[in-house]
Nanobody, 127 residues
Framework: QVQLVESGGGLVQAGGSLRLSCAAS????????MGWFRQGLGKEREFVAT???????????YYADSVKGRFTISRDNAKNTVYLEMNSLKPSDTAVYYC?????????????????WGQGTQVTVSS
């Protein structure tokens, strides 16, 4: 089973940027789809972004409407790492961000499609 470790969270002012990283081990990283979800205080975990495995046609990405145009998900198979570049951050982006891996190549926006999770990294955006 894949093990995931997130990093890169922190405190940032509104309008600022952060880049989250998720390092994977224990499985063939290049053949699995990955995703980022987040959970605000007292809220359910929600979808943020997902990326498929890389094929001849490249990879497919999907984003939550709330982050579209501000966040970018990418992966580096040589480093077994997936990234979430977050720009124009808002206080409403404050949450614990979790990296997930799913068995299969297809990107998914559904929480239940993911088989493994990291421990999460806190992102706090001040106004």
């Amino acid at each position: 089973q894949v093990q995931l470790v997130e990093s890169g969270g922190g405190l940032v002012q509104a309008g600022g940027s952060l880049r989250l990283s998720c390092a994977a081990s224990g499985q063939t990283f290049s053949s699995v789809a990955m995703g980022w979800f987040r959970q605000g205080l007292g809220k359910e975990r929600e979808f943020v972004a997902t990326i498929s495995s890389i094929s001849r046609r490249g990879s497919t990405t999907y984003y939550a409407d709330s982050v579209k145009g501000r966040f970018t998900i990418s992966r580096d198979n040589a480093k077994n790492t997936v990234y979430l570049e977050m720009n124009s951050l808002k206080p409403s982006d404050t949450a614990v961000y979790y990296c997930g891996a799913r068995t299969g190549r297809t990107a998914s926006t559904f929480l239940t499609d993911y088989d493994a999770w990291g421990q999460g990294t806190q992102v706090t955006v001040s106004s």
